[in-house]
Structure formats: structure tokens, C-alpha cells
């Protein structure tokens, strides 16, 4: 695929790491876990926003807007990213905070909450689940156009084409690192939310023939909805990049038995698994995304999915601020 004629900003000046869990594939006796390090990715705190962003604020730039506006959750990491990219840019970022669990927004929280405070967000606008997102940033926008000023609207985790266009390059990072490491795959794990990482994944696969399985697992939805969610956005990301081949419905695989009782709850099986990974590891995981994504992972393990001796890579889509608004349910004690 030729990427090159999308207009980018670069915010990380390597590729991250891909690294061997020896504890913790040690631990569980399966296969040999890999991790792919994409906590460290540029601006603020790190994490997969940051490479849809690359794309999203080139077209910002482009077409001459002064403010970034997007929506995310009352922990998101995306509008964390948004906001930092925001910054590095000079640009002004205004923020639409979705309640998904009522009440849940509180001004004084610790962990991204706080960051959006520190990183001098220009506003926030706080709505309820279900209320129209789209409609709610469209006012945003409209209110600084009054004022003779541009906003650009991301839509939520910064998921249309043109930011899974990031996870499109990050399928062919991690083909040609794993080429240079002598690593042959059998499979990859990632979380799924808004769908742009797997999506982008999916199509970096397919348009490299890697023939390497994805599975997802689910923070939010049932698994035929995301299913059909991330589906959808792999073939509208395909036709954007000019893909010839279509993506098989087939290759798209949700799970869904780690969401537990929702969006951002946690659950035993996160809190074990980002226990383990501090623990055995030293990585910070996060109790929204790969916590869960990793409890998914270590169940597949227990549930013998993968034979011993496989070569199984996690995505690490970061997070780890939000480990500090929820440091009574990790803690030990
Ligand atoms: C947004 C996010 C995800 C999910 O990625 P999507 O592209 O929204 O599916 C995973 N992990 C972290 C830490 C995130 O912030």
C-alpha cells in the first residue's frame, strides 16, 4: 500500500517497540506472548490515539481550522491526545464529555480528567448517553464560526477512515519489525472500541497479505455489534486506501465475555490482569481498554485457543492515566 500520498504529522519519531512477556508467558505455560508497545507513542501519556491523529490534524491543518474539537468518555485518552496535539500545534481544543455511566462525570477527578485541566482545555460541554454526539460538536463548531473562528471535528476515538489510516501504517510497522526480528506470528490480540485500531489492523493485514489472525476484544458492545461496527469501518478504510480485495467478513472476530457489566466497570478478570502485568512485567496497563483486552487474552490462554510454542503479539493501545481515577479498585489494599 502506498501511504505516502496521505498528509501526516509525525508525533513519534520511531516505531515502538515489540517486546517478549518471558514472565508472563512463563506464567500462564501457553504460548510465547509478545507485546507491541504503543503506550509509548508521542504526545502526552502515549497510547493509539496518537497515531490516527497523525492524519486527522494534517487535514485539520489543511484546511485552516484554529480548533480541534472531539467527544470521548469521562476518562477518554482520545480527547487526552487531542488535546496535547492540540497544544503541539497551537491550536485551542474544545472537549464533548460523554456521561456513558450517569453521573459519572466529576470535575475534580484524577487521571485524563485532570489532564484536560493541565493541558488547558478551552472548554468542556458534558452530555448524557444517547444524546446526539455529532449534533452536540456540530454546536461547538458552530459557536466558534459565530466568533470568526474554525473548529475540526474528530469524530469519538478519532474512528472514520482517515484516522484508522494510523493502524493501516502500524500493521505494516509491525510486519516489517517482526521480518527484521526473525519473529513469525500466529496470531495478535487488541482491544476494540470505536473500532479505528482493529479496523486499521484489518486492512494493513489484508493489504499485505499477511494471512495473520486478529482477534478483538470488546470494552463496550455484544459481539455482533461490533462485529458488524468494525466490519463496516474496514471496508470504508479499504476503499479510502484503494484496496483491491474486499475484507472477508470472516477475518472480523469481536469477543465480547471480558466487557463484564459495561463500558469502563471493572471487572476481577481486569484487575488480575493489570495486577500481573505491573507485577511480572513492569507495563502499566489500563482498567478501561487493555486491561480487559489482556484478561481476554490470558482467558483465551487458560481456555488452551493457542498451542504451546505459538507466537501470540499484543497490541498495548495504552491508557495508563485513567489507572489513577480508579486506584481503590486496583490497589491491594
Ligand atoms: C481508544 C482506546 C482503545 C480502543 O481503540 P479504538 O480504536 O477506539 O477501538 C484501546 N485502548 C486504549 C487505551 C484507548 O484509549
Aim: charged share 20%; net charge neutral; aromatic share 6%.
Amino acid at each position: 500500500m502506498n501511504l505516502a500520498r496521505f498528509s501526516r504529522r509525525r508525533y513519534t519519531p520511531h516505531a515502538t517497540p515489540i517486546q517478549h512477556l518471558k514472565h508472563l508467558s512463563a506464567h500462564l505455560g501457553g504460548p510465547e506472548i509478545y507485546i507491541k508497545r504503543d503506550d509509548l507513542l508521542g504526545l502526552s501519556g502515549g497510547g493509539n490515539k496518537t497515531r490516527k491523529l497523525e492524519f486527522l490534524v494534517a487535514e485539520a491543518l489543511a484546511q485552516g481550522a484554529d480548533t480541534l474539537i472531539t467527544v470521548g468518555a469521562v476518562q477518554s485518552n482520545h480527547c487526552r491526545l487531542t488535546l496535547s496535539a492540540a497544544v503541539h500545534e497551537g491550536l485551542k481544543c474544545r472537549l464533548v464529555i460523554e456521561q456513558r455511566v450517569p453521573g459519572s462525570y466529576k470535575p475534580q477527578a484524577s487521571g485524563n480528567n485532570f489532564l484536560f485541566d493541565l493541558l488547558g482545555v478551552e472548554a468542556i460541554t458534558v452530555v448524557n448517553s444517547g444524546d446526539d454526539l455529532a449534533a452536540a460538536m456540530q454546536a461547538v463548531a458552530d459557536d466558534l464560526a459565530g466568533q470568526g473562528r474554525k473548529g475540526y471535528v474528530i469524530p469519538g476515538g478519532g474512528s472514520n477512515p482517515l484516522g484508522a489510516l494510523g493502524y493501516v501504517a502500524c500493521a505494516e510497522e509491525i510486519l516489517a519489525q517482526t521480518f527484521d526480528m526473525g519473529l513469525a506470528l500466529d496470531h495478535m490480540v487488541c482491544a476494540s472500541g470505536s473500532a479505528g485500531t482493529h479496523s486499521g489492523l484489518l486492512v494493513g493485514l489484508a493489504g499485505n497479505n499477511a494471512g495473520l489472525p486478529l482477534t478483538g476484544i470488546n470494552v463496550r458492545r455484544p459481539r455482533p455489534e461490533q462485529e458488524g461496527n468494525v466490519h463496516d469501518l474496514a471496508v470504508r478504510t479499504a476503499a479510502f486506501v484503494g484496496l483491491a480485495e474486499p475484507i472477508a467478513r470472516e477475518t472480523v472476530r469481536c469477543l465480547d465475555e471480558w466487557v463484564g457489566p459495561g463500558y469502563s466497570l471493572p471487572t476481577p478478570e481486569m484487575v488480575e490482569a493489570v495486577r500481573l502485568l505491573a507485577q511480572l512485567e513492569g507495563v502499566l496497563l489500563d482498567p478501561v481498554y487493555t486491561g480487559k483486552a489482556m484478561a481476554g487474552l490470558i482467558g483465551l490462554v487458560r481456555r488452551g485457543e493457542f498451542a504451546k510454542g505459538e507466537k501470540v503479539l499484543f497490541l498495548h493501545t495504552g491508557g495508563s492515566p485513567a489507572l489513577y481515577a480508579y486506584q481503590d479498585v486496583l490497589s491491594a489494599a
